[in-house]
């Protein structure tokens, strides 16, 4: 079993949708970032989450500590925002941890316009 | 320069050769790592620097792989005698430092590796 789960592996959406990516982990973590990977390759940071919620633009990040759980919303999808979303865990007691990261696989997303 | 560059953006090379592949981090950032994305695959660590701190190695795949990280800024990541195996991207990655709410990593472009 992975240590990062990701859900669903592929996604697809009408522009307009409101958009739900889950990541769930199984390690003590310190923090869990949410990664966008564009089409091109190149990889942006979106958040980083230790615990409750985060907002950027259309965005919302949300993490459950206790349930080993983060989800990533897309409000009023749009065809640019098609990419590979990716969480990935710092494993570790905050300000002790290790510093690599742990990612999952991916979700594909596809907003169709 | 304002982001993450590495060099060069592709290599090509022939199985047994030896590759060096560069990261230029962030200036001021003290955390750097490498991961590399191989082709259909995720994401997987390599290694990570933390200032003058010995480097967490302990995502290489093997003794083939090295890095080094020269006056805290540059890194260099050697593949020695490449395999096809080798063939991937390898990112680089660098933080403001490891711990504490500045630890967004700020990822490179990216060195697509072709190992023929």
């Known amino acids: 079993k992975n240590e990062v789960e990701q859900s669903p592996q592929n996604l697809t959406a009408q522009e307009g949708e409101f958009i739900t990516i889950n990541c769930s982990y199984s390690v003590g973590i310190s923090a869990l970032h949410w990664l966008q990977q564009h089409p091109g390759g190149g990889i942006v940071s979106l958040f980083m989450l230790s615990s409750g919620k985060k907002k950027h633009g259309r965005l919302i990040a949300t993490i459950n500590i206790q349930e080993k759980h983060s989800s990533l919303h897309i409000t009023a999808s749009h065809p640019r925002d098609s990419a590979v979303y990716i969480c990935?865990?710092?494993?570790?007691?905050?300000?002790?941890?290790?510093?690599?990261?742990?990612f999952g696989k991916g979700t594909k997303l596809s907003v169709k316009p | 320069g304002a982001g993450v560059s590495q060099s060069p953006s592709n290599k090509v090379t022939e199985k047994g050769k030896d590759v060096e592949l560069r990261c230029d981090p962030i200036?001021?950032?003290?955390?750097l790592y490498w991961y590399r994305q191989s082709l259909g695959q995720g994401l997987e660590f390599l290694i990570y620097f933390q200032g003058n701190s010995a480097p967490d190695k302990s995502g290489l795949p093997s003794d083939r792989f090295s890095a080094e990280r020269t006056g805290g800024s540059v890194s260099t990541l050697t593949i020695q005698r490449t395999q096809q195996e080798d063939s991937a991207v390898y990112l680089c990655?660098?933080?403001?430092?490891?711990?504490?709410?500045?630890?967004?990593?700020?990822f490179g472009p990216g060195t697509r590796l072709t190992v023929l």
């Open positions: 990935a865990v710092r494993i570790g007691n905050y300000g002790g941890s290790q510093g690599n990261l742990i």
């Open positions: 990655a660098s933080s403001l430092r490891v711990s504490g709410a500045t630890d967004t990593q700020y």
């Open positions: 200036s001021g950032h003290t955390a």
